[in-house]
């Protein structure tokens, strides 16, 4: 079965860095990699969604990578802001409107 | 976007008793709902796939006789925790796909302690 590794639980850094969070699975290349932004009891709020053919993405200060060679999706947000300080989900999605695994997520803390 | 609703967005119950949580798609329409769970620092882990209209599909350890799901209508799920126990507190999130969308629409959630 497909497992979802997103390798660090919890990332601290300084304001204005940049942040990259790093997701591997194992199994089968999805055809959707997705990643949410969740806060403290609150539901998951959709950031990026990448697909399997395609490198890179970009939204504002939000990239994401997706190699599929290597299994592994890169998240980056650049110049980094306390209010981004949230735990950050990787999900995959194995076809259209299919479902969605998740992984554990990072909690990224970013210090003023 | 999308908006999804969820009612109640907490609750506390006693053993025994049984809860019933809303989940409503406010601007479109979703003939596919999720329902998920989420204990303290875990992953979302998927119970079951609510379809419009007829029975919902549940994962593999998911017992369908105490967490019963009816989707009556192309905006609303509800999701039934029968005879709930302690076991059962978790945070309980619903989605849908939004109309021609690439991604799911998550609500708020819903904390269920059972004491």
């Known amino acids: 079965s497909q497992k979802i590794e997103q390798n660090s639980e919890a990332l601290n850094i300084q304001e204005g860095k940049t942040a990259t969070l790093t997701c591997n699975y194992t199994?089968?290349?999805?055809?959707?990699l997705q990643w949410y932004r969740q806060d403290p009891g609150r539901g998951p709020v959709f950031l990026l969604l990448i697909r399997e053919n395609e490198k890179e993405k970009r939204k504002e200060r939000l990239k994401v990578t997706f190699d599929t060679t290597l299994k592994q999706s890169l998240f980056h947000i650049t110049a980094s802001q306390p209010a981004d300080s949230a735990t950050y989900l990787c999900a995959l999605q194995r076809g259209s409107q299919g479902n969605l695994i998740f992984g554990k997520g990072t909690k990224l803390s970013v210090k003023p | 976007g999308a908006v999804v609703s969820q009612h109640p967005s907490r609750v506390i119950c006693k053993s025994g008793t049984s809860v019933k949580i809303e989940c409503r798609s406010l601007d479109f329409q979703a003939t596919t709902m999720f329902w998920y769970r989420q204990f303290p620092k875990k992953s979302l882990m998927l119970m079951a796939t609510?379809?419009?209209?007829?029975?919902?599909?549940?994962e593999q350890g998911v017992e369908k006789d105490k967490f019963l799901i009816n989707h009556a209508s192309l905006t609303l799920s509800t999701l039934t925790v029968t005879s709930a126990h302690p076991e059962d507190s978790s945070f309980y999130i619903c989605?849908?796909?939004?109309?021609?969308?690439?991604?799911?629409?998550f609500g708020p959630g819903t904390r269920l302690l059972v004491l």
């Open positions: 989605s849908a796909w939004g109309q021609g969308s690439e991604t799911q629409y």
């Open positions: 609510s379809n419009e209209g007829s029975k919902a599909t549940y």
């Open positions: 199994n089968y290349s999805p055809a959707y």
